[in-house]
Nanobody, 123 residues
């Protein structure tokens, strides 16, 4: 069982930067692929970014590519999402997720989820 605790959400203006963090309880965190998803009001949860166990492989949704960066610090059992050049359409609840095996973009393939962090971007 992996407990994920996300933090770092807030109310931002367009063009701002924000970093989300997600800490894991599991000592074997370094063996998990991690991802960020987001869910805007009235919409389905969508993939944002993912990173493999070592941090050597990352994948991004087209909508955030070049603006967002996912990274991890296995010594701290933490995954990050650095969000730059925020846009109003980035407004959503952001969730971190973990799965034991390889990187994936489909939410149904992730086994563990954090509680979500609200990010609101005003124009």
């Amino acid at each position: 069982q992996v407990e994920l605790v996300g933090s770092g959400g807030g109310l931002m203006q367009a063009g701002d930067s924000l970093r989300l963090s997600c800490s894991a309880s599991q000592r074997t965190f370094s063996t998990y692929a991690m991802a960020w998803f987001r869910q805007a009001l009235g919409k389905e949860r969508e993939f944002v970014a993912a990173i493999n166990w070592s941090g050597g492989s990352t994948y991004y949704a087209d909508s955030v590519k070049g603006r967002f960066t996912i990274s991890r610090d296995n010594a701290k059992n933490t995954v990050y999402l650095q969000m730059n050049s925020l846009k109003p359409e980035d407004t959503a609840v952001y969730y971190c997720a973990a799965r034991k095996t390889s990187i994936a973009t489909i939410k149904g393939l992730y086994d563990y989820w954090g509680q979500g962090a609200q990010v609101t971007v005003s124009s």
